[in-house]
């Protein structure tokens, strides 16, 4: 907060200067941002699922307490944060090699869906390591999508348009 106050000629105030209005029909018939919206339609739901499922399976199904509860489901999220910066450092070096940004951010996506499906370990083992592996799992697919979503917004939108494109995502 204090920097915000103190840096009165930040670098990178000259990228916004040349940055031109985008028509709002330009940005809503841009075919690539309603594919966005259309995965994270499918994907959403999931995720909050997911988040409101999450304790009363460990409660109900694995017996545990509220409170050995709270001691263990933190770790699936917090994992999954932690790990999304090697994941968007690899998007980042898919771009160096060659890739455009989308294709490298729609390539993440992809590999990290592939994991998706460990979410039913559980379904076949009753027990809380591997509970909360898959619930690992389950929120690196998730904060990839979430990530990587908005960033290839960015990407698609980088000079104009990018609130409209990602209010609409």
């Known amino acids: 907060t204090v920097w915000w ?12 200067e040349k940055i031109e ?5 330009t940005v809503l018939n841009n075919r690539a941002l309603w594919a966005l919206v259309a995965l ?5 739901p999931v995720n909050f699922f997911l988040l409101q ?3 009363g399976y460990m409660q109900e199904v694995l017996g545990l307490s509220l409170i050995e509860t709270g001691k263990v489901l933190w770790i699936p999220p917090l994992a999954a944060y932690l790990l999304i ?4 450092a690899f998007s980042d070096r898919l771009i160096h090699r060659g890739m455009t940004p989308l294709q490298s951010r729609i390539r993440l996506m992809q590999a990290t869906a ?21 619930l690992l799992l389950g929120q690196i697919t998730i904060t990839t999508w979430l990530f990587m979503s908005n960033i290839a917004v960015a990407d698609q939108f980088a000079k104009q348009g990018i609130g409209i494109a990602l209010g609409v995502s």
């Open 40 to 44: 994270r339609v499918l994907t959403d």
């Open 85 to 88: 910066i090697p994941i968007a």
């Open 5 to 16: 106050f103190c840096d009165r000629n930040p670098p990178h105030a000259k990228l916004y």
């Open 21 to 25: 209005k985008a028509p709002l029909t």
């Open 53 to 55: 499922w999450q304790p």
């Open 114 to 134: 592939l994991i998706g499906p460990a979410l039913m370990l559980p379904a076949f083992f009753a027990d809380v390591p591997i509970t909360i592996f898959a």
